[in-house]
T-cell receptor, first 114, second 113 residues
Framework: NAGVMQNPRHLVRRRGQEARLRCSPM?????VYWYRQLPEEGLKFMVY????????ESGMPKERFSAEFPKEGPSILRIQQVVRGDSAAYFC????????????FGQGTRLTVV | SQQGEEDPQALSIQEGENATMNCSYK?????LQWYRQNSGRGLVHLIL?????REKHSGRLRVTLDTSKKSSSLLITASRAADTASYFC?????????????FGTGTSLTVIP
């Protein structure tokens, strides 16, 4: 059973471009979470999705950021018109059920905006 | 902010010694978890303790939880160089809808061989 797979591992974008980060949860997991980690800081919750539904997006910036988890395929975190402040590591986690369970994390995508 | 805070921010010990890290949080919780992160890598789950539990063990790890003080501690006994990593506590902030976690800023542990 492969773990949570994120790609790409590293992504470089120029200011104003779009960044698309992909996350394939563990097999059998229908709950996906995205987190952002700035250098030397802890992870900050962004968004929680189940298949085809956004459950909680309270941590996601209202503009330029969006997330989806379609019925088929990976979850996508999309950042439009990236700025330097978007440079961070973005982690995806998945769990088999809601509430009270550990989440399994991917290795992250390191986004650098130049 | 619902984030926890770990203390100390950094800890350096000799191999074989015990390492203790503390975490304080702000809101009521259903459970608290500890994760480990090696430099530049993803997080690895260490242990989950529920709000009705006071202590939990897993191998060389011992976690305590004091909900009245909104604090938790992680003890690593007989540390090894391979334990060098950052350690984060994460709470669910009382949410029942999922596993959204709120992380502290972490304790950076260095174990000197």
């Amino acid at each position: 059973n492969a773990g949570v797979m994120q790609n790409p591992r590293h992504l470089v974008r120029r200011r104003g471009q779009e960044a698309r980060l992909r996350c394939s949860p563990m097999k059998g997991h229908s709950h996906v979470y995205w987190y952002r980690q700035l250098p030397e800081e802890g992870l900050k919750f962004m968004v929680y999705l189940q298949k085809e539904n956004i459950i909680d997006e309270s941590g996601m910036p209202k503009e330029r950021f969006s997330a989806e988890f379609p019925k088929e395929g990976p979850s996508i975190l999309r950042i439009q018109q990236v700025v330097r402040g978007d440079s961070a590591a973005y982690f995806c986690a998945s769990s088999p059920r809601a509430g009270g369970h550990e989440a399994f994390f991917g290795q992250g995508t390191r986004l650098t905006v130049v | 902010s619902q984030q926890g805070e770990e203390d100390p921010q950094a800890l350096s010990i000799q191999e074989g010694e015990n390492a203790t890290m503390n975490c304080s949080y702000k809101t009521s919780i259903n459970n608290l978890q500890w994760y480990r992160q090696n430099s530049g890598r993803g997080l690895v789950h260490l242990i989950l303790i529920r709000s009705n539990e006071r202590e939990k063990h897993s191998g060389r790890l011992r976690v305590t939880l004091d909900t009245s003080k909104k604090s938790s501690s992680l003890l690593i006994t007989a540390s090894r160089a391979a334990d060098t990593a950052s350690y984060f506590c994460a709470t669910d902030a009382g949410k029942n809808t999922g596993n959204q976690f709120y992380f502290g800023t972490g304790t950076s542990l260095t174990v000197i061989p």
